[in-house]
């Protein structure tokens, strides 16, 4: 039979030509279009053959004042690392993209004395379902105790958990840095400097631990000489490479704690005439584009930001994600990250 695109009268159908049809009322039907989970099977399935037969297009104003939300997912950040940004949006559309939500990226200013008052009036003005918090600001306890005052659910994103495991999602930055670092000390190297991430970040402090634990196992130290400053950015990279390879005594490898840095680190050593990998070895973190666009290819950690992003959404609004499915309660939200060793890492040969 020809599915039936009119409701009564040959006009466009109604909530309540759906609910005539499948035999239910019209706040049944709501609940369904709605996603409540306090309805049997049965029901779901007849309103929604209803929905399908009619044609029946929910009015998403009309679903929004019914929520006293709008069908949006925020996604606040204070990130200088653009691509990571960019990651964690593709990840969170991924998620999102056979719901009726939609994404509102919000970036805002951490280092103002103004930021909670700014994001509360973002929330109270938008009326998002949910917001996701990528770090550092995800590490602001009082930007989770905002949003819980404000009804809005939240999940914050860090290199190490930040809360229960409803309202977080992380990886393990420390074990897998240590890891990348203990590779380089089984090829033998005992000069190994570091160039840290920005000050105030836990993905920096967190990473720098990794580094510190695989030194201390191996009985090794971090000459002050060796420990560069950094910000996640390639200029940071270059001038961190131009004190680090400066030294009457280079290291023979570095770790760098993104791969902006890393590759800011290698330009230098390509510009100094230092051969990537016979006398230096360099490993980066994040496994962004930079990582295989540069030569020679660089070793690094992944990062799985854009798995992160499916997994925030999915942790944030599990019942808008028909598609998606509930994370397991039992889930800690940490994905793993793994070390990719490439062309730029090798034994040194001085």
């Known amino acids: 039979m020809a599915a039936q695109k009119k409701g009564a009268g040959g006009k466009q159908p109604t909530i309540n030509d759906v609910a005539a049809l499948a035999g239910v009322s019209k706040k049944t039907v709501s609940r369904v279009i709605n996603r409540s989970e306090f309805l049997t099977e049965k029901t779901r399935k007849a309103v929604e053959q209803a929905i399908e037969t009619l044609g029946f297009v929910p009015n998403p104003q009309a679903r929004a004042l019914a929520f006293r939300r709008n069908f949006l997912i925020a996604l606040l950040h204070d990130n200088p690392n653009a691509q990571t940004v960019l990651n964690f949006q593709q990840g969170v559309l991924d998620a999102i993209k056979d719901s009726d939500l939609a994404l509102l990226v919000r970036p805002v200013d951490r280092g103002s004395e103004r930021m909670l008052d700014d994001v509360r009036t973002f929330l109270e003005k938008q009326r998002p379902i949910g917001a996701l918090l990528l770090p550092p600001i995800s590490e602001n306890d009082d930007l989770a105790a905002l949003c819980e005052d404000l009804g809005v659910r939240y999940v914050r994103v860090g290199s190490a958990p930040l809360d229960d495991a409803k309202h977080c999602v992380s990886s393990n930055d420390r074990e897998v840095v240590a890891e990348a670092v203990r590779a380089l000390i089984a090829l033998r190297h005992r000069r190994i400097g570091f160039v840290r991430g920005p000050q105030g970040f836990r ?129 800690s939200g940490v994905l793993n990250s793994t070390f990719i060793q490439r062309q730029s890492v090798a034994s040194p040969q001085r």
């Open 203 to 331: 993905s920096a402090a967190e990473r720098e631990k990794g580094f510190m634990e695989a030194l201390s196992e191996a009985g090794l130290d971090l000459p002050a000489a060796y420990n560069a400053p950094g910000n996640y950015r390639y200029a940071a990279g270059i001038e961190a490479g131009e004190a680090l390879l400066s030294l009457s005594e280079p290291p023979t490898a570095i770790f760098c704690s993104n791969d902006e840095m890393a590759a800011g680190v290698m330009s230098v050593a390509h510009a100094k005439r230092i051969d990537v990998p016979g006398a230096l070895s360099i490993i980066g973190f994040d496994d962004s584009p930079t990582a295989t666009h540069i030569w020679p290819a660089l070793s690094t950690v992944r990062w799985p930001i854009r798995e992160m992003g499916v997994r925030a959404a999915k942790t944030l609004v599990p019942d808008f994600l028909p598609l998606a499915g509930k994370v397991d309660e039992s889930d």
